[in-house]
């Protein structure tokens, strides 16, 4: 029997949670199959992602403090290794490389920090972001050419890490999202008709998803008394330091802005369907699930012009990228589209990806269970 071995004590909500929910999922259905395998997940709490065919160990002191979290990392992940057993996989799905004694060795690596240029103003609402922009390369280095493979989701970050880690490329594996089909969707691409023109951001309260550019872009529309427009965003007022930093700055001032709080997955799809154009501003991401969730309706779509939202709106039909430190330009797109004027939207090119790529869980294990990794 061999033990496979997940690690994810640090994932307990957002989409790192869903990385986990998925990966167990499939890893469960696995052992229903195949009973050569043996399961163990290493997580925060085990109600977070419960699944027949798992054995749990639970922790969360590891969340109360970094030192404890690297602690727990490199001294007390080698013990559990060791009372385990007889380890043939150790997939860690939050970025670091654990000191643990298994025959094959993979890391998950889904924050995208050690590219993200942050700005100063941070420090005083986002402090942890700014630390962790500032730590997360070393964070990633400690052990990681122990690892049989590294896991990314896009092109241009296996492309950064192979540059700054010095990998090859046969080691890092683009794993692509699994992202729905607009039959999959809770509701139909309609048609639209309404007197104002909506758009929507979703996206979590966090400093680098940009949401101040998009509050100056409607501020700099109403000054020109444009109003026949709303802009939706999916945080609330006061639910952290840059949220309310963001309400006081503009949401108390300008009608077209809408803090809508956060969605859950079927009113998130409803927010699509009744918008006619999504805007994503974010400076960072290892992928930007939204882009690809609104692509299914083929509407219009505003991106920042950066690496990660090209590669994931490849093949969208109906899109123009911005600056994301430009509000006069994001201005300028929403007003086209206000009045009707779609002649600047463009397709965007697919993009080579270079091998090895997976499009599931179960294509993803089939390497890590498999191959040669060295």
């Known amino acids: 029997m061999k033990t496979i071995v997940i690690s994810a004590v640090n994932l307990n909500r957002g989409g790192t949670l869903t990385i986990l929910r998925d990966c167990l999922a499939y890893l469960s259905s696995l052992v229903e199959e ?3 395998y043996r399961v163990v997940a290493l997580v925060y709490k085990k109600e977070l992602a419960d699944f027949p065919n798992i054995e749990y160990i639970e922790t969360e002191w590891p969340k109360k403090l970094w030192i404890n979290r690297l602690w727990y990392e490199y001294i007390s992940m080698n013990k559990i290794s060791k009372e385990i057993g007889t380890i043939y996989l150790w997939l860690s799905l939050h970025d670091t490389t654990p000191n643990v004694v298994a025959e094959r060795r993979a890391v998950y690596c889904h924050n995208p920090f050690p590219f993200y240029k942050w700005k100063w103003r941070e420090l005083l609402f986002a402090p942890k972001i700014v630390l962790f922009a500032l730590l997360s390369k070393f964070i990633y280095q400690k052990n990681i050419h ?5 896991v990314v989701q896009q092109q241009w970050i296996k492309e950064a890490f192979k540059r700054l880690f010095h990998l090859s490329k046969e080691k890092v594996i683009i794993a692509l999202p699994d992202v729905p089909n607009i039959e999959e969707l809770s509701y139909d691409n309609v048609q639209i008709a309404k007197k104002e023109y909506t758009f929507v951001y979703a996206a979590s309260a966090n400093s680098h998803k940009n949401f101040e550019i998009l509050c100056e872009a409607a501020t700099i529309l109403n000054k020109e008394g444009l109003m026949n427009f709303k802009v939706y965003l999916t ?5 952290n330091k840059y949220a309310a930093w963001l309400n006081k700055s503009w949401g108390t001032d300008n009608p077209s802005l ?3 709080g956060f969605q859950d997955k079927e009113s998130l799809f409803k927010l699509y369907a009744n918008s006619n154009s999504l805007i994503f501003p ?3 991401e290892t992928w ?3 882009i690809s969730e609104f692509s299914a309706y083929d509407r219009p779509m505003l991106l920042a012009d ?3 939202a090209h590669e994931t709106a490849a093949g969208a039909k109906q899109v123009a990228f911005f600056d994301p430190d430009s509000p006069e330009v994001l201005a300028a797109q929403m007003k086209r589209l206000i009045q009707g004027d779609v002649s600047f939207l463009d397709s965007v090119p697919d993009i080579q ?3 090895p790529i997976t499009h599931s869980w179960a294509e993803l294990f089939d390497i890590l269970l498999e191959k040669e990794g060295k």
């Open 282 to 284: 974010s400076k960072i």
């Open 235 to 239: 945080i609330g007022r006061k639910e």
């Open 146 to 150: 122990q690892n049989d493979f590294v």
């Open 353 to 355: 990806r270079e091998a």
């Open 258 to 260: 809408q803090f809508v």
């Open 306 to 308: 950066l690496p990660y």
């Open 288 to 290: 930007g699930l939204p």
């Open 34 to 36: 195949d009973g050569n």
